[in-house]
């Protein structure tokens, strides 16, 4: 996974370039190319005016004998050329906001479209990828635009160049030459400064990412409850400005060795284009030259000096975006993360087996699995045990099949999950996971979206509340069930009106009844679906539950015990497998894990505690 992920972005690539420039020529063909044309005309513009204005000088310089009908034809010409180029420019400039505006775009569809189509959690659980995903994410912004815009601009220079360099060779070659290799020179230094700070761009990309975080702390609505009482604001401030001041100096350290060696550059150029002036001025003081000639080498001067100047400094910007860019590129190439099935869920029973399962999530890290062996029989509710960080939400997780089991096989009516179409299997179950999300949505829209095709259906959005006991307070809502369940956005179909929030139960009941919506699931998951609720609502909720459970696959899970006991069976998890298995009162009768936890937890509803269990010590 390093070398995979470290491969990209220290070295030029010509395929990351050409990338980019087709994709621009994809995004925006016809602005592309009218940018392409009207890059060309504005680096050609520049000699014609200058061309002609030599000849209007020389025809001024004749004096008495200058026939005046040449000279205004020539001012016109002068005068028209101009209106010309700046017409052109603000086009130019306009066709290159549309065509770095659809690139932008273009790029960032591509890119979110190849996040999304990563099946497991592996690579966003990677630090490195999300390095690598900022980066890229980054790039999708300016980065291929600022590659084309090189292209572009290297045309122009071109251009430009070509139609003075004949004038310099013509008046007095060695300008030529000498402008030629400051320029070269100075071109060679860029690129390599651009090495250093995308090299430096890289190594504090995890610095900007924790600025991030701690940016979204510091205004997430969430946390401040906890940043105001634990007086976190400057301390979490402190981070923030930490986290800042040390990626920024590194990357000023780069700028400033830059900025000295173009400074030089600058001056370079400086003394050779006042030592050409002051020879051909003497030139044509001595009669070896027209008035003409020096306007026009000055004009040539100054054309070629701007032309390479556009170019170095467009050229050190694309060679960054080139390797920021690589980010982009190789993200886009990455394989998923879980091997494509293809094989249809069987829709037979639903009955799921977990055959000698072992797990981690490293492969240098602790198992978290060891050898699960447990069977989910069809049409029956499973109940799972253990202590916090037994592996219970780890075992969801690959029943999901958001990652894959290093060794053993979980299958599904006897077919390996590895082999199933992975959308099928996922919309043939139900879950509601133990860190469900809140999201700023309608209450229709946060239940809704459990199942995407029926969203919009009132009625079954209803009867998923309902199963979840959270109808009756959101139909209370302002706007029903269309109320904006967030008091950070406003809301839109409400003339902007401020949303409401929910507590933390009611949240719980929303997440609930997102995945009852798929009423025709074939596993309902239901990891901690009741640890919000009061005592009165979680028996309403099991009640309603267990009645919608019937003729479905369940596994349920939950550290209150009491709402486990009607299950058909309770697995134990410890240590890594299952240690025992039985409904309810054969595990108290064995004494074991289950009893010895029922037991502690028993005895807390009691006026005198109960006699622990001994048999078994707490794992």
């Known amino acids: 996974m390093q070398d995979e992920e470290s491969s990209g972005g220290s070295r030029f690539r010509p395929r990351v370039a050409a990338t980019a420039v087709a994709l621009q020529f994809r995004a925006a063909p016809v602005g592309a190319w009218a940018l392409l044309v009207t890059t060309v005309a504005g680096g050609v513009a520049p ?59 273009a790029v960032e569809r591509r890119l979110f479209a190849k996040v999304n189509e990563f099946r497991g959690l592996r690579r966003f659980e990677d630090p490195a990828f999300h390095d690598r995903l900022r980066l890229a994410t980054q790039a999708s912004t300016d980065a291929p635009h600022n590659i084309t815009g090189f292209c572009q601009q290297a045309v122009q220079a071109l251009a430009q160049t070509g139609g003075f360099l004949g004038v310099l060779l013509a008046v007095w070659p060695p300008m030529a030459v000498l402008l030629l290799a400051c320029g070269a020179a100075s071109l060679v230094s860029r690129l390599a400064l651009a090495r250093r700070q995308i090299a430096v761009a890289e190594s504090v990309s995890g610095r900007y990412r924790r600025q991030l975080f701690y940016r979204s702390l510091l205004t997430d609505p969430r946390a401040a409850k906890e940043i105001r009482l634990f007086g976190l604001g400057g301390f979490l401030h402190g981070r923030l400005v ?54 026009l080498f000055v004009a040539a ?11 170095v400094v467009q050229a050190g910007m694309a060679a960054e975006a080139v390797r920021l860019f690589g980010h982009y590129t190789d993200l886009m190439e990455l394989p998923d993360d879980l091997p494509a099935g293809s094989a249809p869920v069987p829709r037979s029973s639903g009955r799921v087996e977990f055959r000698d399962v072992w797990f981690r999530y490293d492969e240098d890290g602790p198992w978290i699995l060891r050898g699960v062996d447990l069977v989910l029989p069809a049409g029956a509710a499973v109940g799972l045990v253990g202590r916090n960080g037994a592996g219970k939400s780890t075992l969801v997780k690959l029943l999901c099949r958001f990652y894959d089991p290093d060794r053993g096989a979980i299958l599904w009516d006897g077919t390996d999950l590895r082999d199933l179409d992975v959308e099928e299997l996922r919309a043939r179950i139900g879950v509601t996971f133990q860190d469900y999300l809140t999201y700023d949505f309608t209450a229709q829209d946060n239940i809704g979206i459990g199942d995407l095709p029926h969203r919009e259906d009132g009625d079954r959005v209803r009867a998923a509340a309902r199963l979840a006991g959270i109808d009756d307070e959101l139909a209370a809502l302002p706007h029903g069930y ?84 009607e299950a058909d069976t309770i697995a134990v998890l410890a240590d890594g497998r299952i240690a025992e298995t039985g409904t309810h009162d054969e595990l108290m009768r064995r004494g074991g894990h289950y009893a010895t936890l029922f037991t502690l937890q028993a005895a807390g509803y009691r006026d005198e505690p109960a006699d622990l269990v001994e048999t078994e010590t707490i794992p």
């Open 242 to 295: 930490e986290a800042i001041g040390s990626a920024s100096a590194a990357e000023l350290a780069v700028k400033r060795r830059g900025a000295l060696a173009q400074t030089g550059y600058a001056v370079l150029n400086a003394v050779v284009t006042g030592t050409g002036i002051v020879i051909v001025a003497v030139g044509a003081a001595h009669g070896r030259f027209s008035v003409g000639d020096v306007s």
């Open 47 to 105: 000699a014609a005016v200058a061309w002609c204005g030599k000849l209007l000088f020389d025809e001024i310089g004749r004096g008495h004998d200058a026939d005046p009908w040449r000279a205004g034809g020539l001012a016109a010409a002068m005068g028209m050329a101009g209106v010309v180029m700046a017409a052109m420019a603000q086009a130019t400039g306009y066709l290159d906001d549309l065509v770095r505006q659809r690139l932008a775009v």
């Open 482 to 565: 269309r109320t904006q369940l967030s008091r950070v956005h406003l809301d839109d179909d409400q003339d902007g009106e401020r949303g409401v929030t929910l507590s933390g139960g009611q949240w719980q009941r929303v997440a609930l009844a997102r995945s009852l919506m798929r009423s025709d699931a074939s596993l309902l998951i239901l990891d901690e679906p009741s640890s919000g609720l009061d005592a009165e609502a979680e028996h309403r909720v099991h009640r309603t539950l267990a009645e919608h459970r019937a003729g479905r696959t369940g596994l349920l899970i939950s550290h209150r015990l009491g709402a486990l006991r």
């Open 301 to 311: 001067t100054a054309g070629i000096q701007g032309a390479f100047t556009g170019v």
